[in-house]
């Protein structure tokens, strides 16, 4: 299964060597998705908390007559959230059928990577961690950690 | 399947479903009453759909074994066979098959099902009368020669135009100037995929030298492929009949079946007959099959987009709550006046929608006429299945999920609560046992009843078991009410047919059919006299999308309590709150209440700032107990909305709602809260 859902992404891979992503900022670290998982980036709404549920669930929002849950993924890669409430968003992914919602500090750019500047992430981080991301892209002087969004929502909160 | 078809997919299961379930119906009513043309009818009427259907959509297999299923089907309408128990069991394993093929559709996109065992038992049905009726041929042969030759005579009575004054008088034209009449019946292969293509290639042929006047059906239909295996036409021609039949076969897959030339002067005469039978015909028709079809029309359309209208409505309601606030806070006499108006207009469209989702629950009793046949059978038990009030209506969630409980507590009727024809004819009762299904309305909910005359629950037996299996001790057993008993029924692994059987008495059944009816808000109680019969009732919300809550407060948090377990509230004050083990309880109106705080239940941030303390009732099962809040709102109307996927199964929330002030709220389920 995990496979057939990455096809459109390895498809941009090997189609045109390049890969379209929504870059964005957690902390002091960039994260880029690819494009094809995002829906929307909305500025911060009235988050309601969910009790009872994982510790990295944010609460749910209202987006249009829609209930959507906010993950906190500072908590769950145990980063330091900005100070300024200005620039952050929600970005809001929608893979197989489920929109989920993530706040981020800023986000910064949609970017063009080019394949060969994407480092497999296992030479980086351990087995463990390298589950839910999917390489690193060097641009420029930036890094840019490519998270593998299915990896992630599968393994729960 | 060719591209452009998929897109019919939809459609074609939709409709298959549809008629499948028909005729389960139609064809229980034959079983009863083998004589029923109108049911025969309609069977017909259906599989011949089905046929058309499946064709079209190239599913040859389908095609072809409804196809044979039809020729049956047509023997039993000509009499020629009887509608006895061999025939009607082999058209519901038919049926069967032809669900079996729709399901692997539905799944896979493609068929693919080897149904020649089905068709040759059909052919074998047919061919057993074939051979009594050679020996019958043997000994009435002066008759058929009759017969046959009558059949000769009045074949143009098998053509039945709808001739008007026009047609016969151009008719009559082109007879003066020497033009012939000719009746032709064109018979296309029933296995061609392209009947439509077929049927134009004859108009194309016929354009030559020919002139078609008329045809049955019309030629619209003809080319949209409408029509059975043959189609009738009338044509004004100078070539002689045999060369035009002969052109006409040149086309591949096409045969003209018979042919007739007609001479004018007779026509006016047999004209008027025919129209006489014809309108009599016609107006038999609609009354006596098509009539009820006819009243209601319909618009089929996606669940997803009156789930989506259902949200805008919400979310107009919503705005609407906004507008109000500014329109108090204003006082402009113009403004609140056109909100009064948008009020009216936003409720009424509010119930529409309500409306609109609300489906009979006959779509849920229909396949049970078939499952008790069905079950009854296998047991050789004899069995009346009555339903009253399938019309009753309820939302479509409701009827989503109501299925799969029925189907325990029907099968529970008829392996446990009927008896076997000889016993009760030993006990003095009819030898068919009666299971009656009845649904209705009662203010905002639905009660279902399944009722039956069988043996009836035996408390005693029920209590040993419950001490066999544990349940309870022997000395409880012995005290215990009967309906106390009763309520065993439906804990998790009770059963107590002694003969586990395929049907029942594997211990799931109540309990799985109770969680079920509880999850959807509903109650199910049991009502059983040994030897007569049980009653089970089952009460459940109109609708679960919309319904009344009680909305609290605890800090700065707000929650929904569904109104239907909030039994009452009341103020409390700290001295109120005694201590009994460490559970903090109160005394209202000399019952102790235990109490939970909701602030510490939920983990609710914030230090509490008043000493105002409120107390909602509410009831779990039997059993009350007190939630303390903070303040409470008020009771509103809300429309239930889902968590999703990603946050479902959080014991305590039902769900969420928008409020007027665009926040989200989320609803509290009292069945897992504590």
């Known amino acids: ?157 | 399947m060719s591209m452009d078809m998929t897109q019919y997919l939809d459609v074609f299961l939709e409709e298959s479903k549809e008629h499948l379930s028909n005729l389960n119906q139609q064809l229980l009513t034959l079983e009863k009453n083998p004589g029923n043309q109108a049911a025969l009818n309609e069977i017909f009427r259906a599989i011949h759909t089905l046929k058309g259907m499946s064709s079209t959509m190239g599913y040859e297999d389908l095609a072809d074994l409804t196809h044979h299923m039809e020729d049956v089907l047509s023997d039993l309408k000509e009499d020629i066979l009887q509608a006895d128990s061999q025939v009607v069991d082999l058209l519901f394993q038919c049926l069967d098959r032809v669900q079996m093929t729709i399901e692997q559709i539905e799944r896979t996109g493609t068929a693919g099902f080897n149904n020649q065992d089905l068709i040759k038992a059909l052919g074998n049905v047919k061919a057993d009368i074939f051979t009594t009726q050679d020996q019958g041929e043997v000994i009435a042969g002066a008759d058929t020669i009759q017969i046959a030759s009558q059949s000769l005579h009045t074949i143009s009575q098998s053509f039945s135009f709808d001739l008007n004054e026009y047609d016969l008088t151009v008719l009559q034209e082109a007879a003066s100037r020497g033009y012939q009449i000719i009746y032709l019946r064109i018979a296309v292969d029933p296995a061609s995929l392209m009947k439509s293509v077929r049927a134009f290639m004859v108009f194309k042929v016929l354009e030559e030298d020919c002139e078609v006047l008329k045809s049955n059906p019309p030629v619209p239909d003809l080319e949209d492929g409408k029509f059975d295996d043959t189609f009738d036409i009338i044509i004004v021609t100078k070539q002689p009949a045999n060369i035009i039949i002969d052109r006409l076969e040149h086309i591949s897959e096409i045969r003209v079946d018979t042919y007739e030339t007609v001479d004018i002067s007779q026509l006016a005469v047999q004209q008027s007959t025919n129209t006489a039978s014809q309108t009599t015909q016609e107006t038999k028709e609609p009354s006596d099959i098509k009539g009820n079809q006819k009243i209601k029309q319909t618009v089929r359309v996606d669940i997803d987009r009156l789930d989506s209208l259902m949200n805008l409505v919400g979310e107009l309601v919503m705005h609407k709550g906004r507008l109000e606030e500014i329109g108090s806070s204003r006082r402009i006499v113009e403004l609140n006046e056109t909100i009064e108006q948008i009020d009216r207009i936003s409720s009424d469209l509010q119930s529409v929608v309500m409306k609109v989702r609300m489906v009979p629950i006959e779509q849920v009793f229909n396949r049970f006429p078939r499952m008790v046949r069905d079950l009854a059978k296998e047991l050789n038990k004899e069995i009346d299945f009555q339903i009253e009030g399938k019309e009753t209506e309820l939302d479509r969630t409701v009827i989503d999920e109501i299925g799969d409980p029925l189907i325990h507590l029907l099968r529970n009727a008829v392996d446990h609560g009927i008896e076997s024809p000889a016993v009760r004819a030993q006990m003095g009762k009819p030898r068919i046992g009666t299971i009656v299904l009845r649904a209705r309305h009662e203010g905002n909910n639905v009660l279902i009843e399944v009722e039956d005359d069988g043996s009836g629950i035996d408390f005693e037996r029920v209590k040993q078991k419950a001490v066999d299996k544990g349940l309870v001790s022997s000395k409880e057993a012995e005290e215990m009410p009967n309906e106390k008993a009763l309520e065993l029924l439906f804990s998790p692994g009770f059963s107590t047919s002694d003969n586990v059987t395929d049907i029942s008495g594997r211990g799931v059944g109540l309990d799985v059919a109770k969680n079920k009816i509880e999850a959807l808000n509903g109650e199910i109680h049991v009502d059983s006299k040994l030897g007569q019969g049980t009653k089970f009732k089952i009460k459940l919300p109109l609708t679960l999308a919309i319904i009344q809550a009680l909305m609290v407060s605890v800090r700065d948090e707000i929650y929904a309590i569904p109104l239907s377990s909030v039994d009452e509230t009341t103020m409390l004050s700290p001295e109120d709150i005694k201590l009994i083990q460490g559970q903090e309880v109160m005394v209202l109106r000399g019952t102790v209440l235990p109490l939970y705080r909701l602030d510490s239940l939920l983990e609710v941030p914030g230090e509490k700032q008043s000493d105002e303390m409120y107390v909602v009732v509410v009831s779990k099962g039997d059993k009350q107990i007190g939630l303390v809040v903070d303040g409470l709102i008020g009771q509103q109307e809300i429309v239930i909305k889902s968590l999703g996927k990603f946050l479902a199964g959080i014991p305590g929330i039902a769900g969420a709602i928008v409020a007027g002030d665009g926040n989200v709220r989320l609803i509290l389920d009292i069945a897992t809260l504590f």
């Open chain 1, 1 to 157: 299964m995990q496979d057939i859902r990455n096809l459109p992404a390895e498809d941009s891979y090997h189609e045109d060597q390049e890969l379209q992503v929504v870059a964005f900022r957690l902390g002091n670290e960039e994260y880029a998705v690819d494009i094809l998982y995002v829906q929307e980036i909305i500025r911060l709404l009235n988050i309601t908390r969910v009790p009872r549920s994982g510790p990295h669930i944010e609460g749910v929002i209202n987006l249009r007559g829609n209930i959507i849950p906010i993950v906190n993924l500072h908590s769950k890669f145990n980063l330091q959230a900005a100070e300024d409430e200005e620039d952050k968003r929600i970005i809001v992914f929608k893979w197989d059928e489920m929109q989920v919602g993530v706040i981020v500090d800023e986000v910064s750019e949609v970017i063009r990577i080019k394949r060969q500047d994407i480092e497999a992430a296992s030479k980086v981080y351990g087995a463990l961690e390298a589950d839910h991301i999917k390489g690193i892209a060097k641009i420029e002087n930036r890094l840019l950690i490519l998270l593998n969004l299915a990896k992630i929502f599968e393994a729960g909160w």
